[in-house]
């Protein structure tokens, strides 16, 4: 059995596939070519769903193809949420998320910056391979997004964001029918006309109760909230930026969790956990209007954070230049009560590319052959194992020679983590790092001269990977593939 991972029965995958209703199976399943089938978990799920036709949990609601709902929560470190174990209680809804779905517990961001992560979670490539290593770069149209993926499966599609770093103009508002990123309610602390070249007259960023209350209108007006019963699914991202700097939180937040001494660093810290608290509330809200429209445990949710941030751990505030675990291990949480047996946490290394085939998969659209991301379906479904020791690359942008608070930057600074290690190099820095995260969680003592072989293996792999990752287009799915998806109804 994986980790702490608990294996379900297969009279529990009977109870959780048994309530779909008895057609919609049969659209979304039969005839589907085994090469899209990873792992096996949805055959068995479609094998399960022929012969378990029993009413236990059925509604008129659940179908073959959830509503999918996708939260991003920017600059969120996953040990600053008490849904991780916090001793703050900054996120109490994250925290019920968990509690009734499941936690993984070591998920990457492949970098520690904001429009790079977005678009490895919408690609399942990797920022080197996408060429998108800054905030400022531009996805573009030849790459197929999860987004296009599900409102090609017949998806509605509706993003609502929160700050100028998604803009549309970068790319990831491909595939939305609806892509709301209107900064001008006022309700952004940062004021910056410019960034990154680019104007930014319309605002840079707005409050994540202003988001929630833009999507759940689209959802009202859609009928979502009202319950018609035979619209087509939505897929709908939420993206909170409120725990970015500069750290503002409403008076109600910050009360909660006053800084223990009058210290710059407490202070900060403090607030920023205020905010954390602020966009827990926020997400709640959303969650609360599907819990009351009696959506929410038929709606796939899937909880996760771009990147984490730097609170002086090694030595620098904020994020992007370093690839420490509180810059880039982040939440993932999933949420699907219908389908997936909850209160489970799974501590084999993730990361945020294997959420397009997951989120695809449990869909039962067809996956994509390209990417570097893995569906976690098989592991969420019925416990099938995750590989531990499997490869999570890492990296931060290209620098020109700098010094930022007081650290020399020059160059890329690529890491990896595999098992207990976790290795990061920066030629042009000339460093090498190599820690032992079952003794060293915090990354503090160095050991890359204790252990050569590891250095010597991880090294290489992160040359093999600098290697492959240089192939400058992604595969496109194969026309034969594409021909036997038209007939079965797959693409429009
Ligand atoms: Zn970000």
């Not at 899209?36 to 609601?61: D, E, N, S």
């Not at 109760?209 to 999507?215: H, I, L, P, W």
């Not at 699907?336 to 799974?346: L, M, N, Q, T, V």
């Not at 250095?455 to 194969?478: E, I």
């Amino acid at each position: 059995m994986p980790g702490r991972a608990q294996l379900l029965t297969n009279e529990g995958l009977a109870c959780n596939v048994a309530g779909l209703d008895n057609e919609q199976p049969e659209r979304a399943f039969r005839g589907v070519p085994s090469v899209f089938l990873r792992g096996g978990a949805l055959l068995a799920v479609a094998l399960a769903l022929a012969v378990a036709a029993g009413p236990r949990g059925r509604t008129p609601r659940q179908r073959a193809r959830p509503d999918i709902l996708l939260v991003t929560l920017d600059t969120t470190r996953a040990d600053h949420t008490s849904a991780y174990g916090y001793d703050r209680p900054t996120t109490p809804r994250l925290e019920a998320l968990a509690r009734e779905g499941v936690r993984f517990d070591a998920a990457y961001a492949p970098m520690a910056t904001t429009l790079p992560a977005h678009a490895t979670l919408f690609t399942a490539e990797l920022p080197r391979t996408l060429g998108i290593t800054k905030n400022g770069a531009v996805l573009g149209q030849k790459h197929h997004t999860l987004a296009e993926r599900l409102a090609d499966s017949g998806y509605r599609t509706a993003a609502f964001v929160s700050s100028f770093p998604v803009d549309r103009m970068f790319g990831l508002a491909q595939g939305f029918e609806v892509y709301d990123d209107d900064f001008t309610d006022g309700s952004c602390p940062t004021a910056i006309q410019e960034w990154e070249g680019f104007d930014t007259g319309r605002g840079f960023c707005r409050r994540g109760a202003n988001t929630t209350a833009r999507a759940v209108e689209w959802l009202e007006a859609e009928g979502y909230l009202g319950g018609r019963g035979d619209e087509a699914p939505f897929f709908v991202w939420l993206h909170y930026f409120d725990p970015h700097a500069p750290y503002l939180p409403a008076d109600e937040d910050a009360q909660l969790f006053p800084s223990e001494i009058d210290a710059w660093l407490s202070t900060k810290t403090a607030a920023y956990d205020g905010e954390i608290h602020y966009m827990d509330r926020a997400l709640g809200a959303a969650l609360d209007r599907l819990r009351e429209a009696g959506r929410l445990d038929d709606t796939l949710v899937v909880v996760a954070a771009d990147h984490g941030e730097g609170l002086m751990q090694h030595g620098h505030m904020h994020h992007s230049i370093l690839i420490y675990d509180e810059d880039v291990r982040v939440p993932l949480i999933v949420h699907w009560p219908a389908r997936i047996e909850g209160g489970r946490a799974i501590d084999e290394p993730v990361q945020l590319a294997d959420v397009p085939p997951t989120l695809l998969e449990l869909a039962g659209v067809p996956l994509p052959q390209n990417g570097v991301g893995e569906s976690l379906a098989g592991a969420l479904l019925d416990g099938a194992p995750i590989d531990p020791e499997r490869l999570i690359f890492l990296q931060r942008r290209e620098y020109a020679e700098t010094v930022v608070s007081g650290h020399h930057i020059e160059g890329e600074k690529l890491g990896v983590r595999q098992g207990r290690w976790k290795y990061i190099e920066a030629r042009e820095e000339g460093t090498a790092e190599l820690y032992d995260l079952e003794n060293d969680p915090h990354e503090r003592k160095n050991v890359v001269d204790l252990y050569p072989d590891a250095r010597q293996q991880l090294s290489k792999a992160l040359a093999r990977w600098q290697a492959g990752a240089a192939r400058p287009t992604l595969p496109k799915v194969d026309p034969e593939a594409e021909q036997r998806l038209r007939a079965l109804g797959y693409v429009p």
